[in-house]
């Protein structure tokens, strides 16, 4: 469909009697973009070149950052690459409808996907010309980047505007917590109401903060503290809470780690946290250290007073310090023993027993330490231990690929350290995932490989493991523009065009790391 020898007039276009689809975007019901405003503009775009429209998509509500959570959006792609569409253009109002994705790059990339298949894309705040040339692609691709770039710029200024709010004392969202009470106050600090469970303000100036709630509630929770101090463990005093009638916050019965969480959040004695896990542009939400908490002391008013508060913090930082291994294994040998099985949830939630992440800590993980007891688990973990090796070995061909790229280029390869993305001559992002062997029923082998376009590599380069998942098979080189996102299933033989992408080594992809001039490239 696109031309890249010919500009088209309104008239010429006119005369191709064109079919289009509509897509909106709106992220909140508060934008002046409305859903009606958007498709009434791109209509007249529409008449304007005699485009009949077909097909409405719409995705109300939902953020521009990734592609993932828009069905519309999701419906549009599949339905032509499917050949389930009627239409040959799709009209929406500007770039920012498109998308304002992380990496500006994800937005060329759709485009290409539905123009090749002859469907072509078009923003309603340019004229219409079907024509492809470079000033065209650069113009494009720099409103893609301002797009990304308002996203970011928003991120930042979001995240300001809440550790603002933090260090006033306004509540950011996450659970009352037993106890306490959440109250709606104007922009002038006078009260309103008290929020239930589910509802939010409604007023971009009103704040929200937390207060004791019912006395009742308050000495519940100072009996909590004096018991624990006492010597009751968290178990016990779930069981007296539970005998009592008493529920959580969420109308829940107690167990160990509700108890626990009441014991060690900072709320019941006025401070306000935040930040203490993030996960910024839709990325995986990850813990952050304490350098990193945004913290208000004496937020509000508490319900437990600080001496009570630390006094159970060392008792809980003391109460395993002192355990030395062989007692640590001992318990857990009981708990086995008593139990018949054991688990993560189980070591967690029983009493007396210290917390599962100090036996990962100690021993190098769960099953290490099963081993030492000489438990063996029901389920078969031989799996966890393969892919603890597999990480071993993705370590290993990352940093013998990255050698190899710098000794070649002379130049050194930037990683993410947190996605492990090699970047190549600053514009190429490289994924190196590991896929190991598993033995079919039948007895063929077959390989497993997630292509992941939250990492937005340019190519994935699939490390296929032998059948005793110790060494390296072979490689293949896919690019995401060729294999987007989903899961691959590779058998020993398959498809041409999978084959073709395969390779007995990486150099291939060292070769992509040389320079050459451009009369050698020509």
Known sequence: MRQVDRIYTADDIKKLHLKGAIYIRMSTELQVESPENQERQIRDYAERYGIEIVKVYADLGVSGITAEQREQFQAMLEDVEQGRNLYNIVLYLDESRWGRFVDSREAEYHRMCLERKNVVCQSCDKPLTLSSNIADRIITLLRDESASDYSRQLSQKVFLGQCNLIQKGYRQGGPRGFGLRRLLIDELGKPKQELAIGQRKSLQTDRVILIPGPQSEQETVRWIYDQFIAGTRENEIANKLNIDGYKTDFGRPWTRGTVRELLTNEKYIGNNLFNRRSGKLKSKTKNNPQSDWVRKEGAFKPVVDIERFLKVQNLIKERHQKLSNAELLERLKILQTR????????????????????????????????????????????????????????????????????????????????????????????????????????????????????????????????????????????????????????????????????????????????????????
């Not at 070591?347 to 100690?362: A, F, V």
């Not at 001559?425 to 190196?432: A, K, M, R, T, Y």
């Not at 294999?483 to 691959?488: K, P, R």
């Open 339 to 522: 139990v018949g099985r054991l688990s993560a949830l189980i070591i967690d939630e029983s009493e007396g027993m210290p917390p599962s992440s100090l036996y990962t800590q100690r021993f190098g993980g769960l099953l290490r330490a099963y081993k030492l007891i000489e438990y063996l688990p029901e389920r078969d973990y031989r799996y966890v231990e393969i892919n603890r090796k597999l990480r071993v070995f993705h370590s290993q061909v990352m940093e013998d690929t990255v050698a190899t790229i710098e000794k070649l280029s002379g130049r050194r390869v930037v990683i993410d350290s947190e996605t492990d993305l090699l970047e190549l001559n600053f514009n190429l992002f490289i994924s190196i995932v590991i896929s190991r062997c598993f033995r079919t029923p039948s007895g063929s082998f077959l390989w497993k490989i997630r292509l992941d376009t939250g990492l937005r590599p340019d190519i994935t380069v699939a490390v296929r493991m032998d059948s005793s998942n110790e060494k390296a098979y072979d490689y293949y080189m896919l690019p995401s523009l060729e294999f987007g996102a989903g899961d691959l299933k590779l058998l020993e033989e398959n498809a041409d065009l999978l084959d073709s992408f395969r390779s007995n080594n990486l150099e291939y992809l060292f070769n992509m790391s040389v320079n050459v001039s451009l009369d050698e490239a020509v």
